[in-house]
């Protein structure tokens, strides 16, 4: 995996964890608020660890896919 940072970078560099398919939408620009209840002044290069157990059911998991086939979203 290469990871790509802009000007500026000083080496420091925070990182989201959240399950799929939260980290996937986040990565691919679809999920673009995060509603977590914490505030962060933080603005630049993030990381997206995406947990190994997902945080919907197999069908809700089919569902999503089905809809962003219909918008030719994937």
């Keep these: 995996m290469v ?9 420091s560099m925070k990182a989201l964890s ?9 990565a691919q620009g679809y999920k673009t608020v995060e509603n977590r209840t914490w505030a962060t002044n933080y603005r630049g290069p ?3 660890h995406a947990g190994k157990k997902p945080d919907l059911t197999r069908s809700e998991l089919d569902e999503i896919r089905r809809i962003f086939r219909e918008e030719g979203g994937i």
């Design 3 to 11: 990871i790509r940072v802009g000007a500026g970078y000083n080496g």
């Design 18 to 26: 959240v399950r799929q398919p939260w980290a996937w939408l986040i």
């Design 46 to 48: 993030l990381l997206i």
